[in-house]
């Protein structure tokens, strides 16, 4: 009489091949994994920066459009860091404070700019004739603080604004 032997379980060939499509899958998803990664930093840095530069341009020319005055850069054709307004005779100015564009009233001091970004190169420079219409120019670059795969997002305001 033969014996019939049954041995239950896999062939060698059949673990290489069952872990070879295992380790294709994991690469797969890690790459997608990665690009989700990466897509999400990319906004997170451009929304940063351009949110904070809607909100900073918003505000300077709320601000320069019902001031009373421009006390500080004081004559025409001057170039200043900081900007000095008068607005229903309460001071404000604004200026850097570290990587901070902040203003200073009689409340107090508050950031402009959220956690997320960092604002350089700030200048006011003033522009008319003696005598004429209050009109100051506003520059600062604004960058994420969020790094992506090619760096920091960056971008560069200039803009003009006057009294009305």
């Known amino acids: 009489m033969k014996k019939n032997y049954h041995r239950a379980g896999f062939t060698l060939v059949e673990l290489l091949l069952y872990m070879g499509l295992l380790i294709l899958f994991l690469l797969v998803q ?8 990466g897509v999400r930093l990319e906004s997170e840095a451009n929304s ?3 949110q904070d530069s809607r909100f900073i341009i918003a505000r300077l020319i709320h601000d320069v459009n019902r001031a009373e005055s421009i006390v500080t850069p004081a004559t025409p054709s ?3 860091n ?14 850097l404070s570290g990587d901070n564009l ?6 107090g001091t508050n950031n402009l700019n959220s956690f997320g970004t960092k604002i350089s190169g700030l200048a006011f420079k003033r522009l008319g004739n003696a ?10 670059t604004l960058t994420s603080i969020t790094e992506r795969e090619f760096g920091s997002e960056t971008r560069t305001i200039r803009t003009t604004s006057g009294i009305r």
């Open 30 to 37: 890690t790459q997608i994994l990665t690009s989700v990664l």
């Open 48 to 50: 940063a920066v351009q």
């Open 78 to 80: 001057a170039q200043t």
């Open 82 to 95: 900081s900007l000095a307004l008068t607005i229903d005779g309460i001071s404000y100015t604004y200026s």
């Open 102 to 107: 902040i203003i200073t009233n009689n409340l």
């Open 131 to 140: 005598g004429g219409k209050n009109t100051v120019t506003i520059s600062f």
